[in-house]
């Protein structure tokens, strides 16, 4: 199967971990945008071309997202919030869900604002036995 990492900047550092376990279980591994370079974003923040490289961003999970048979969401805590998903996270499981493509989360649906729309995209809850991507 061709999946696609997606979570927050904050978890890039889970990437490999992630990615050599699928692997290892026969699967094809797409990472997300910028992940072995996180900073880059920085460098656009404040500008009038930091709107021209987040649609860029979207245009290009959206691409990926095309392309593979599912996306694992890794949802950790972050600074206080569990389970956490932010905006990009969010928009990339919405066309991951548009596109009719498997969502799978490591972790539980965050209990956010969110939560409604998340628990309509249907996600299947791994944890840490990636067996039960199929």
């Known amino acids: 199967m061709k999946i696609l990492l997606i979570c927050s900047k904050a978890f890039y550092d889970k990437l490999s971990y992630y ?9 094809e591994v797409f990472m997300p945008n910028c992940w072995d370079a996180p900073e880059t974003e920085a460098k656009y923040r404040g500008t009038p ?8 961003m979207y245009r ?3 691409e990926t997202i095309k392309n593979v048979d599912a996306v694992l969401v ?3 805590n972050k600074n206080g919030q569990e389970n956490y998903i932010g905006g990009a996270t969010f928009l990339e499981i919405y066309d991951a869900f ?12 965050p209990n956010n604002m969110l939560k409604d729309e998340l ?3 249907n996600p299947t809850i791994v944890g840490e036995n990636l067996n039960n991507i199929v």
Do not use: T
């Not at 990615?19 to 699967?27: D, F, R, V, W």
């Open 19 to 27: 990615k050599q376990k699928l692997e290892n279980l026969g699967h």
């Open 49 to 56: 071309e930091h709107h021209l490289f987040k649609a860029k």
């Open 60 to 62: 290009q999970s959206e």
């Open 74 to 76: 890794l949802n950790f």
């Open 98 to 109: 548009r596109m009719n493509k498997k969502i799978y989360f490591v972790n539980d649906i």
């Open 119 to 121: 628990i309509g995209f």
